[in-house]
């Protein structure tokens, strides 16, 4: 009994730390963070609700619609704004939170044989992976990804160990969700269809619920690719048509015909091995341990299949497989959607592979915690790191590249000094700290293992990267948004004296991304974008809205009498435009 009581109070430390972290930022935050990805997800949810903001959103490309249906009926009750914004991270600390509970699970049915308190801490560790907390403060779809990861994986675990159609149902729904959720993930959704069917032809008995699971997939596929088009319809019909192709699939056919030939295919492999050295740095060695795991379960499972070994299929071979499939499918993707670039970040992109790592990081430590030499292999990846370096600077110098933008590679952006950004030394301290971060994570999982009762020392490890993933929110999203809380007076000003005709026009001088964050405080307020070109006095409307650095400030003046600026925008409008709208209500009453 009193094992279990300790127990739970881990389990409520660490979802007290999540909450603390929550805590802490959402007060620093009114907004967006990432333009204009965020935005493009809100956009969606509030065609749904009733609002018109297709005008703003048609300056940007698709976003998936998977993640709006989350903002949906958050839109309707707190209809937009700073509340609204805050309760879409809300709902992302709560993902956190049950994402945690299910890596949990997830490690008490793969390792059963790890201690309940150090399944609780590698659990916690693999939350607290710093990317997991940048995102989560934010709305973009990648806290949900990790999430959604997470519950594929433990349904695909329940699903294995006790084929149940109402569990196969549930992993099929969660899997074309995900691919709703993120085009990008569709390596995720291959990977479980083709590990679904290995795993259901090997055995009549499951022949049966494996094909009522892919039959519910391809179902929910096709309801999929319907509610895109209408999205892309309603939503994004005035968008160009460039713009919308560059995160669609078509805009790639010219980079995998470059990649195919053969100093493309040179580029493109060392491309992949750059993603990789990212991830073994960003998750201090751990994730090399659970891909050298899949490797080895999956080669077990074809030495059975092949009559070469003689044991038991177990639900670790088809984990396995579906982790190291999914694992190759999104760096293969991520590496073709940034070939090409002339940014180092797109280089060692993290954003499109990162919601794997938390499970990558719970079989990570689970397998370290096991091994009989931790601290030989720790040292051997290391070296192999370093040696990828060589690689990574070869692609830079060929290609020349340059640049880095931190919130693309969250795992290593708090050794970035983006005003004095140098390659070969941001990578070469990158290896040198990831190589001791092995290190001293390796030494504190054998202090766990040697000492009694040391299992508090994982927790190091999780307060550690809870400190790094505030500290990159500090850099880029709380930053972000001090200066998006002035702007909130601009959309004040409006809704001081806004009615059902009032007219508010954004006039785009090649810089529209910014006005997002005005459209989501003024929801039942359409934006009238207009080009700087077209610009006519009677279009202006009742407020006009232009980018601080505006060169026509002397034209506005003479038109209207009163202005305020804020950090990025200018708002004119009449001083009698007050008096007005009270005579208007006035008349109403």
């Known amino acids: 009994m009193r094992k279990i009581k300790k127990e739970y109070c881990y389990l409520i430390f660490v979802i007290l730390i999540i909450i603390c972290v929550f805590q802490y930022g959402i007060f620093k935050i009114c907004g967006f963070t990432m333009y204009p990805d965020e935005f493009g997800y809100w956009a969606s949810a509030a065609k749904a609700v009733g609002y018109d903001w297709s005008e703003v959103a048609a300056m940007g490309s698709y976003y998936s619609f998977g993640y709006s249906l989350l903002l949906i009926p958050i839109l309707k009750i707190f209809t937009g704004g700073v509340d609204a914004y805050r309760a879409a991270i809300t709902v992302n600390m709560a993902l956190m939170c049950a994402g945690f509970l299910l ?9 059963p044989e790890i201690s309940h308190i150090k399944r609780i801490f590698i659990s916690g560790i693999a939350v607290f992976y710093p990317a997991w907390i940048f995102y989560m403060q934010m709305t973009l779809a990648e806290a949900l990804l990790m999430f959604l990861f997470a519950a594929l994986t433990y349904l695909f675990i329940r699903f294995i160990q006790r084929p149940q159609t109402g569990i196969g149902v549930l992993l099929a729904i969660c899997l074309v969700y995900m691919y709703s959720v993120h085009m990008r993930s569709v390596g995720i959704a291959i990977a479980g269809v083709f590990t679904l069917l290995l795993w259901g032809l090997t055995d009549p008995a499951k022949k049966k619920v494996m094909l009522v699971a892919v039959g519910v997939m391809a179902l929910a596929g096709l309801t999929v690719v319907i509610m895109k088009k209408n999205v892309l319809v309603s939503v994004f019909a005035g968008a160009d048509a460039e713009k919308l192709a560059t995160n669609d699939y078509t805009s790639q056919a010219w980079k995998i015909r470059e990649i195919l030939t053969p100093y493309g295919f040179l580029i493109f492999v060392k491309e992949i091995i750059a993603k990789i050295f990212y991830l073994g740095m960003a998750s201090y060695g751990i994730v090399y341990w659970a891909l050298g795991w899949c490797i080895k379960k999956t080669f077990h499972l074809i030495k059975i299949f092949a009559g070469k070994k003689k044991c038991i299929v177990e639900v670790k071979h088809w984990i396995a497989v579906f982790l190291l499939l999914s694992f190759a499918g999104e760096v293969m993707i991520c590496s073709i959607y940034m070939h090409g670039s002339a940014k180092i970040d797109c280089l060692i992109y993290g954003r499109y592979v990162e919601f794997i790592v938390p499970v990558l990081i719970v079989i990570g430590m689970a397998v370290m915690l096991q091994s009989r030499w931790l601290f030989p292999v720790t040292l051997a990846m290391g070296s192999l790191s370093g040696l990828m370096l060589f690689l990574i600077l070869s692609v830079i110098e060929k290609e020349n590249m340059e640049g880095m933008r931190g919130y693309f590679v969250v795992g290593l952006s708090y050794l970035l000094d983006e005003d004095n950004f140098a390659p070969d030394s941001f990578f070469r ?140 925008f200018i708002l004119y409008y009449h001083s009698d435009l007050a008096p007005r709208r009270n005579e208007e209500n006035d008349e109403k009453n």
């Open 103 to 111: 890596l949990w699970c997830s490690t008490g049915r793969l390792f």
């Open 429 to 568: 301290n990158a290896w040198i700290l990831g190589f001791f971060f092995m290190i001293l994570v390796a030494g504190m999982i054998r202090a766990s293992i040697n000492i009694r009762n040391a299992e508090w020392l994982l927790g190091i490890i999780m307060v550690t990267e809870a400190a790094l993933g505030l500290l990159v929110s500090a850099r880029y999203t709380y930053k972000v948004n001090e200066v998006s809380f002035v702007d909130l007076i601009i959309a004040e000003k409006i809704l001081e004296n806004s009615s059902a005709e009032t007219k508010v026009v954004y006039l785009d001088e090649g810089a529209p991304e910014f006005i997002d964050f005005q459209q989501m405080q003024l929801p039942n307020i359409p934006i009238h974008v207009i080009k700087d070109e077209a610009a006519k006095t009677e279009e202006l409307g009742d407020y006009l809205i232009v980018c601080r650095d505006t060169k026509r400030k002397e034209d506005f003046e003479s038109i209207y009498d009163k202005h305020i600026e804020a950090n990025t």
